[in-house]
Nanobody
Framework: QLVESGGGLVQAGGSLRLSCAAS????????MAWFRQAPGKEREFVATIFWSGGDTYYGDSVKGRFTMSRDDPKNTVYLQMNSLKPEDSAVYYC??????????????????WGQGTQVTVSS
């Protein structure tokens, strides 16, 4: 089970930190990712962190503004979002994929999903 938190309403240029707490899986053996979905749009890859914890990869639209991290003892991943823009508004989802050495950006390749948390950025 994945449970996201930390969403909310923020003004453009502001920051939010999302959290995703995992249970029922061997957290350290999973690659973790964040996706987002705005109304009428497809689910978009945001960021991923590999099971080993050292490597991260970001979508072009968030690169340089968002930072993903993980705390394995707490079974939690985080997404620090800075310099937020109105176009970042979406429901943000946490997802898990079994440990791999490949980068997966297609949501269909992820096994576990959270329920999502809404992020709204006002202009």
């Amino acid at each position: 089970q994945l449970v996201e938190s930390g969403g909310g309403l923020v003004q453009a240029g502001g920051s939010l930190r999302l959290s995703c707490a995992a249970s029922g899986l061997i957290f350290s053996s999973y690659d973790m990712a964040w996706f987002r979905q705005a109304p009428g749009k497809e689910r978009e890859f945001v960021a991923t962190i590999f099971w080993s914890g050292g490597d991260t990869y970001y979508g072009d639209s968030v690169k340089g503004r968002f930072t993903m991290s993980r705390d394995d003892p707490k079974n939690t991943v985080y997404l620090q979002m800075n310099s937020l823009k109105p176009e970042d508004s979406a429901v943000y989802y946490c997802a898990a994929h079994g440990a791999s050495t490949r980068l997966y950006v297609d949501p269909a390749q992820y096994n576990y999903w959270g329920q999502g948390t809404q992020v709204t950025v006002s202009s």
